[in-house]
C-alpha cells in the first residue's frame, strides 16, 4: 500500500514537472499581453535575456525577437553576431540576417532618424571645413600677391571688403574664404571656385534636418508618438500627448488610448479626428473600438466607410473576422482572400503572433515611419525663416554676387602673379613686359638669352633649385595629410576637392556613427561604424597614392 501511494506521488511530482518544462517552452512562443499591446518594449527584453545566455537558447529567445517585432534592426544585428561563422556557408547565412537589419532601418524611426542624423551631419561637416581647407591651403600663397597688388594699386583693396559681411554668419564668412583662396586661380581651377559658392547656397538645407535631428531627438510629444506607434510605450504617450491639437500627436494618443483598453476614450478622439480629416485609418481604428465594444455592424459600417476612401488589407481583414463573427463565413472567405492578396506577409505576420489570443483580434493601424520623420521634421523646420540673414534666400543672393565679382575678375590685368621657376613676385604695374608662360622677366631672359653675365647666370639657377627644392619638400610633407590638400596646393583644385571631400565625409560620418545613437542605446550603428572605416581608409591611401604617384613623375 505505501509503496502503491509512493509511485502515485512520484508519478504527480512527474506530470507536475513535465508540465512546468513544457509550460515554459510554449510559454515562449505564445504572445503574452506585454507582447501584444508593447511589442517593440517586449522584443527588447527577450533581447536582453537573450545576452545574458548562450548558445542555440540565446538565438531561439532573439528568433522570438524577431518574431513579435519585425522592424528592429536590433534583434537581426543580435541574431548576426550570435551566428557569426568563419564557415563561408554559416557566413553568408548569417551575412543575410546584416542584409535583413540594415533593411529594416526605414522601418523604425529612431534608427533611420539616427541614419540620416550622421549622413547629414557628415555632409554638412563636409561643407564647412572644404573652404576653411582651401582657405588655409591657398591663403598663405595668395596673401603676399594681394599685399604686392595693393602695394602697387591700391584701389585692389577693394577685394577685402568682401570679409565685411563674414560678420553676418558662419557661412557669409565661408563664402567670403572661397572668394579670396579662388581669385588668384585663372582658367579651369577658377570654375571650381563658382561650383564651391554655388554648393554652399545649400548648405542651410543639411543645417535645418540637423537642427530638427537634435530638437526631434529631446522632444517630449516625438518620443511619445513613435512609442506608441513602434510599440514601445502607451502610458508614456497618454500622458504626454494629451491634449495635443496636431494630427499625427493626437492620433497617436487615441492610439495609446486605445490599447491600453480605454476604448470609449479613443472611440471619442478618433470621432474628433474624423471631423477634421477623412483619414481611412481613423475609421478603421474606430471600427475596432467599435468591435470591442459588441457593436459589429457600426463597427462593419466604419471598414466599409474606410475602404471607400481607400483600401486597407487591415480592412478587409477585420471585415471578414466580424463576418464569421456573424456566421456569414462565405463572405468571411471572400474578404480574407481579398486582404491576403493586398498583403500577405502582413495578415500572416499578424495573424502568427495573434491567432492564439482568445480575444477577437483585429487589425489596427497607426503612423508610418515616413510619416513620423516628416512631422519631426516638420517640427524642427516650423522656426526656419528663409528670410532672415542666415536663410537660404539671402546666403543665395551673396553667394551669386560673389560668383559675379570672381567672373569679372577674372580679366583684370592688375591680378599679380607667382614665376613657377624661382617664386618671384610680379605683375603688370612693375614688369614692363610679361612672358605668358608663367615666369618672371629675369627666370624667361636667362632661359632665351646666353649672352648675360655667366655668374648672375648660375645665381638664377641656383636661387631656382633651391625654390624648387623647397616646394618639392612642402609637397612631399603634405602627401600624408589629409588627401587631396597637395592637389589644392599646386592649384588641382577640382581634383583637390574631391579627395578632401570624400575623406572628410567619411571621417565625419565615422565619429557620428558613434555619438548619434539616440533612443537606441545600447546598440550602435556597428556595421557602419566598420563599413565607414574601411572606406575611411581606401579614401586615404586613393587619394595619396594619387598624389604621390604624380609627384614622383614630376606632373606637380
Excluded at 512527474?14 to 499581453?33: D, S
Aim: proline content about 4%; hydrophobic content about 45%.
Amino acid at each position: 500500500m505505501c509503496l502503491k501511494k509512493t509511485a502515485v506521488l512520484f508519478l504527480s511530482l512527474l506530470l507536475f514537472l513535465t508540465q512546468l518544462f513544457f509550460a515554459r517552452i510554449v510559454g515562449a512562443e505564445l504572445p503574452t499581453k506585454e507582447a501584444l499591446i508593447t511589442p517593440a518594449t517586449y522584443s527588447y527584453l527577450l533581447l536582453e535575456e537573450a545576452g545574458k545566455k548562450s548558445g542555440t537558447e540565446s538565438i531561439k529567445l532573439i528568433k522570438e525577437a524577431i518574431r513579435v517585432s519585425p522592424n528592429d534592426p536590433a534583434a537581426y544585428f543580435e541574431l548576426f553576431d550570435k551566428t557569426l561563422s568563419l564557415h563561408p556557408q554559416k557566413f553568408f547565412h548569417s551575412l543575410n540576417h546584416l542584409f535583413k537589419g540594415i533593411a529594416a532601418y526605414p522601418r523604425s524611426f529612431w534608427w533611420f532618424f539616427n541614419l540620416t542624423g550622421i549622413l547629414s551631419g557628415a555632409l554638412l561637416i563636409a561643407l564647412i571645413l572644404i573652404p576653411i581647407i582651401i582657405a588655409l591651403t591657398r591663403l598663405p600663397l595668395d596673401v603676399p600677391l594681394m599685399a604686392h597688388e595693393i602695394q602697387e594699386n591700391t584701389r585692389t583693396a577693394g577685394y577685402l571688403l568682401v570679409l565685411i559681411p563674414s560678420l553676418l554668419g558662419p557661412y557669409y564668412f565661408l563664402a567670403s574664404l572661397c572668394f579670396l583662396s579662388f581669385l588668384h586661380l585663372k582658367g579651369r581651377p577658377r570654375y571650381a571656385g563658382y561650383f564651391l559658392l554655388l554648393v554652399l547656397m545649400l548648405a542651410p538645407l543639411p543645417t535645418a534636418y540637423l537642427n530638427s535631428y537634435l530638437s526631434a531627438s529631446s522632444s517630449p510629444e516625438i518620443k511619445a508618438a513613435v512609442a506608441v506607434n513602434e510599440g514601445r510605450s502607451n502610458v508614456y504617450a497618454i500622458e504626454t500627448l494629451k491634449d495635443k491639437e496636431e494630427v499625427p500627436l493626437k492620433f497617436s494618443y487615441a492610439l495609446a488610448l486605445q490599447r491600453e483598453g480605454r476604448i470609449r476614450a479613443a472611440a471619442e478622439e478618433y470621432k474628433q479626428l474624423i471631423s477634421i480629416k477623412k483619414d481611412p485609418r481613423f475609421y478603421i481604428n474606430l471600427g475596432n473600438c467599435y468591435a470591442v465594444m459588441k457593436r459589429l455592424n457600426k463597427a462593419m459600417d466604419m471598414y466599409k466607410t474606410s475602404i471607400s476612401i481607400k483600401p486597407f488589407p487591415s480592412a478587409y481583414y477585420n471585415l471578414s473576422m466580424l463576418a464569421r463573427e456573424k456566421l456569414d463565413f462565405a463572405a468571411g472567405d471572400r474578404y480574407f482572400q481579398q486582404a491576403s492578396n493586398m498583403d500577405f506577409d502582413r495578415i500572416a505576420q499578424f495573424r502568427e503572433l495573434r491567432n492564439d489570443t482568445k480575444t477577437l483580434a483585429l487589425m489596427g493601424e497607426g503612423l508610418s515611419t515616413r510619416e513620423l520623420l516628416s512631422f519631426a521634421l516638420g517640427q524642427g523646420l516650423k522656426d526656419v525663416n528663409i528670410f532672415s540673414l542666415n536663410g537660404p534666400l539671402v546666403l543665395t543672393a551673396f553667394s551669386l554676387l560673389l560668383i559675379t565679382i570672381l567672373f569679372l575678375s577674372g580679366d583684370s590685368t592688375a591680378m599679380a602673379a607667382r614665376c613657377k621657376k624661382c617664386g618671384k613676385l610680379y605683375c603688370a604695374a612693375c614688369e614692363r613686359r610679361i612672358p605668358r608662360v608663367g615666369m618672371c622677366t629675369e627666370c624667361f631672359r636667362s632661359m632665351i638669352s646666353f649672352e648675360s653675365n655667366p655668374s648672375e647666370r648660375v645665381d638664377t639657377i641656383v636661387k631656382t633649385h633651391n625654390y624648387l627644392k623647397k616646394r618639392r619638400r612642402i609637397l612631399n610633407i603634405l602627401a600624408f595629410t589629409i588627401p587631396g590638400i597637395t592637389l589644392l596646393y599646386v592649384g588641382r583644385v577640382f581634383s583637390g576637392i574631391f579627395f578632401s571631400f570624400i575623406f572628410l565625409f567619411f571621417a565625419s560620418a565615422l565619429i557620428l556613427s558613434e555619438l548619434f545613437t539616440f533612443n537606441i542605446y545600447p546598440y550602435s550603428h556597428s556595421w557602419l561604424t566598420f563599413v565607414l572605416f574601411l572606406i575611411l581608409i581606401l579614401s586615404y591611401l586613393s587619394g595619396n597614392l594619387y598624389t604621390i604617384g604624380r609627384l614622383k613623375k614630376g606632373w606637380l
